[in-house]
């Protein structure tokens, strides 16, 4: 079996974290109410361990958002009771085909991202930007 990546984003609100960034990068968000009552059942773990989002039975302290190609790594969002301080050590970058950036720069905007500033490199150019939470991306 060959080896998988998940990128781990700490968060205060994992579920509209997962919400944004599926919407963002085409994915979905992972749902598996019935596999959640089989834990409980089993003994591992409570309903106070769960909560609902959207209608829908939930891990409290978790969510993630998977690629529906199964192509590109799963993104799992982990509630920390800390906030954000300072930038990212570690940041997503999101290339588009070319000529398609400030259209995706808008379309990330109206999902609830902040525009922060524009980068440059030699002939690279890109747009910094926030998720809703503040934790940094690029899109190219």
């Known amino acids: 079996m060959g080896m998988n990546i998940q990128v781990a984003i700490?968060?205060?609100?994992?579920?509209m974290q997962a919400d944004f960034w599926a919407e963002a990068l085409g994915y979905t968000v992972e749902s598996d109410p019935q596999g959640i009552r089989e834990i409980i059942d089993a003994g591992h773990a409570?309903?106070?361990?769960t909560t609902e989002h959207n209608g829908v039975l939930v891990w409290r302290t978790g969510s993630a958002c998977v690629d529906p190609e199964g192509r590109r790594p799963r993104l799992y969002f982990q509630q920390v009771p800390q906030a954000k301080v300072g930038l990212n050590r570690l940041h997503l970058d999101l290339h588009f085909p070319?000529?398609?950036r400030d259209a995706q720069v808008e379309r990330l905007t109206v999902l609830g991202a902040t525009y922060l500033y524009e980068g440059h490199q030699g002939p690279h150019a890109w747009v910094t930007m926030a998720d809703p939470e503040g934790n940094e991306f690029c899109v190219a």
Do not use: I, R, V, Y
């Open 46 to 49: 409570t309903l106070e361990d």
């Open 10 to 15: 700490n968060c205060a609100d994992p579920h």
């Open 98 to 100: 070319p000529g398609e």
